[in-house]
T-cell receptor
Framework: GESVGLHLPTLSVQEGDNSIINCAYS??????FIWYKQESGKGPQFIID???NMDKRQGQRVTVLLNKTVKHLSLQIAATQPGDSAVYFC???????????WGLGTSLAVNP | EAGVTQSPTHLIKTRGQQATLRCSPI?????VYWYQQALGLGLQFLLW???????NRGNFPPRFSGRQFPNYSSELNVNALELEDSALYLC?????????????FGSGTRLTVV
């Protein structure tokens, strides 16, 4: 399944499928991007990050792609599991002021 | 290792009252960040403290204030509460030299203003 992030805040996928969550960021000067996962009743949890001098980074079952030309970030989750059900946020940082700017989030629902 | 702890978990206040929220960072972390997560608005940056000093502030009115203690724990104070202050308030901490890279969030304080 595929989401357009801010424009389609809910993504529903079947267990075992791959998920793609998209995010359009705002500032072409942003140099660092992070994906967080937030489960109900919990704080955001770090998933994966990428710096602006990279266009792809892989973690365990997750891959982040960065397209600076169109200011687009995506999170790919392989073999989506019920435990992946959560709200996913992208965040960008520009400058060294430690402040992250967050997207509104995409809710991922995994159907067994 | 204990994570970032926030208290109380839930807080109900009346409009016009003051609320105090507390945060204990991970041991060894000197920076504390506060965020507001209101329904439908994502996370909004409130404050960043490091070594007891306020380092950066988001676009919030002065009635949102805080402080960081010598043990690096922090308080967020919200005066003259308004209904729209109802939100989840999240605290995060990081080591000083890791900045944004090392953010770890607590589970938040749910503030309800009635």
């Amino acid at each position: 399944g595929e989401s357009v992030g801010l424009h389609l805040p809910t993504l529903s996928v079947q267990e075992g499928d791959n998920s793609i969550i998209n995010c359009a960021y705002s500032n072409s000067a942003s140099d660092y991007f992070i994906w967080y996962k937030q489960e109900s009743g919990k704080g955001p949890q770090f998933i994966i990050d990428i710096r602006s001098n990279m266009d792809k980074r892989q973690g365990q079952r997750v891959t982040v792609l960065l397209n600076k030309t169109v200011k687009h970030l995506s999170l790919q989750i392989a073999a989506t599991q019920p435990g992946d059900s959560a709200v996913y946020f992208c965040a960008e940082r520009s400058g060294n002021n430690r402040k992250l700017i967050w997207g509104l989030g995409t809710s991922l629902a995994v159907n067994p | 290792e204990a994570g970032v702890t926030q208290s109380p978990t839930h807080l109900i206040k009346t409009r016009g009252q003051q609320a105090t929220l507390r945060c204990s960072p991970i041991s060894g972390h000197t920076s504390v960040y506060w965020y507001q997560q209101a329904l439908g608005l994502g996370l909004q940056f409130l404050l960043w403290y490091d070594e007891g000093e306020e380092r950066n502030r988001g676009n919030f009115p002065p009635r949102f204030s805080g402080r960081q203690f010598p043990n690096y724990s922090s308080e967020l104070n919200v005066n003259a509460l308004e209904l729209e202050d109802s939100a989840l308030y999240l605290c995060a901490s990081s080591p000083r030299d890791r900045g944004t890279y090392g953010y770890t969030f607590g589970s938040g304080t749910r503030l309800t203003v009635v």
